[in-house]
């Protein structure tokens, strides 16, 4: 058993990661950090968990952790904020899985000029690791600070890496579109996410200029250059990604566009998906569908399915993920079992939810 716990314990991502964690065989939930509600009981602010072994847990304040004391730490906090805090904790020697933006990328100027914040401490970021587990296993393993990465990222980078490298894929004009449930934009209050606001209807937000294009597009020319295995492609990826909030509680779809420079059959793409993600426990890649959010949502599955335009010789791939899971806390429990040789799928044996 190892001792784990979470900061910024009872938003969205860190009330997911307790829901994974309190079932895990391996796991003995240590200390749950809370700002807003430090030294409450965690069932007073998450009712749900009367009856559980957590009922009698309380929510503890920053000041008094002690970072030593835990084997592994979730933070799970809004970017800029964990910056800081996973600098201090870091310190303590214990291993970090970070759920933000803040070390994501080795190269800091990408960072600050997406983000639009100074990044404090960049010798970190350029130390952390990439948490995509199927893209990066081996480097994991091996990790202090494990930089998770975000849901519309996981969605998109799952669609687009088996296929990227291959001769007859246009890297430079990619397109992503994709949708979320309202639940990827946290639990603190905003009046665009009142029910009233976004129930009934959908929009898109922030095209071109989303901080998430640049992280899947770092990603996919980090994976092209090689960092993820011996690669040595001359190619370069360019992508434009459209974010819309749809009214769902969970689940990304991400809709994205490749144009193909040759003729290709649906055969020779499944099969590249096929050879990529082997026996991957987490990915299915559907031959005659397309995946659907309620197929995924509520369990760390990830389903792709695509569509061979002969006509316009394009690829049209959909990705589906829950994003509070394969998008964050179960990727995050994925690759803490990595770390821990632990099954990867412990704790993550649950199906979609029905209905
Ligand atoms: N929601 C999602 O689907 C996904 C989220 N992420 C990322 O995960 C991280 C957490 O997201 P999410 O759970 O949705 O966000 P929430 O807004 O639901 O929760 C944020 C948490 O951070 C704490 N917090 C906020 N400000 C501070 C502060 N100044 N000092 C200390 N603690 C603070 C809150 O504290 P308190 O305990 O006081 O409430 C809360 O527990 C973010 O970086 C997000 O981008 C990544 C993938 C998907
Ligand atoms: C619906 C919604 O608002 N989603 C959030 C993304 C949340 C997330 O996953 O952010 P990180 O990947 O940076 O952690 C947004 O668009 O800002």
Request: proline share 3%; aromatic share 10%.
């Amino acid at each position: 058993m190892i001792k784990v716990s979470i900061v910024g314990a009872t938003g969205y991502v860190g009330i997911e990661l307790i829901r994974l964690l309190q079932q895990h065989p391996e796991v003995q939930i240590k200390d749950l950090i809370s700002k807003s509600n430090a030294n409450k009981k965690l069932v007073d602010v998450y009712p749900q968990f009367r009856g559980s072994k957590l009922e009698k847990q309380t929510l503890m304040a920053i000041k008094d952790f002690k970072p030593e004391e835990s084997e592994l730490i979730f933070t799970a906090l809004p970017h800029g904020v964990s910056q800081d805090i996973s600098f201090q904790l870091v310190k303590s020697g214990t291993r970090i899985i970070d759920m933000s933006g803040d070390f994501r990328y080795h190269e800091i100027d990408i960072y600050e000029k997406w983000y639009g914040v100074e990044h404090k401490h960049p010798e970190l970021a350029k130390k952390a690791v990439y948490g995509l587990t199927e893209l990066n296993r081996a480097q994991i393993k091996e990790a202090q600070l494990i930089a998770n990465p975000g849901c519309y990222v996981t969605a998109s980078l799952l669609g687009i890496l088996p296929l990227i490298d291959s001769d007859f894929i246009k890297s430079d004009s990619i397109i992503i579109d994709a949708k979320s449930g309202v639940s990827g934009a946290g639990r603190s209050l905003k009046s665009n996410l009142l029910f009233s606001e976004c129930h009934n209807t959908m929009k898109a937000y922030s095209p071109a200029v989303h901080r998430h294009s640049s992280e899947i597009e770092y990603i996919l020319n980090e994976f092209l250059r090689g960092s993820y295995d011996n690669r040595s492609s001359k190619k370069r990826a360019e992508v434009l990604f459209t974010p819309h909030l749809i009214p769902i509680k969970r689940g990304i779809l991400a809709t994205i566009y490749l144009d193909c420079s040759r003729k290709s059959s649906a055969r020779e793409i499944y099969d590249l998906y096929a050879d990529f993600y082997g026996e991957e426990k987490f990915i299915q890649i559907l031959k005659d569908e397309l995946p659907e959010v309620k197929n995924v949502a509520g369990s760390n599955f990830a389903q792709i399915g695509f569509k061979y335009d002969q006509r316009t010789d394009r690829i049209i791939v959909v990705s589906v993920l829950d994003n509070m899971l394969k998008g964050a806390a179960g990727q995050a429990v994925q690759n803490m079992n990595t770390v821990f040789a632990f099954a990867e799928d412990a704790g993550l044996e649950a199906t979609a939810l029905f209905p």
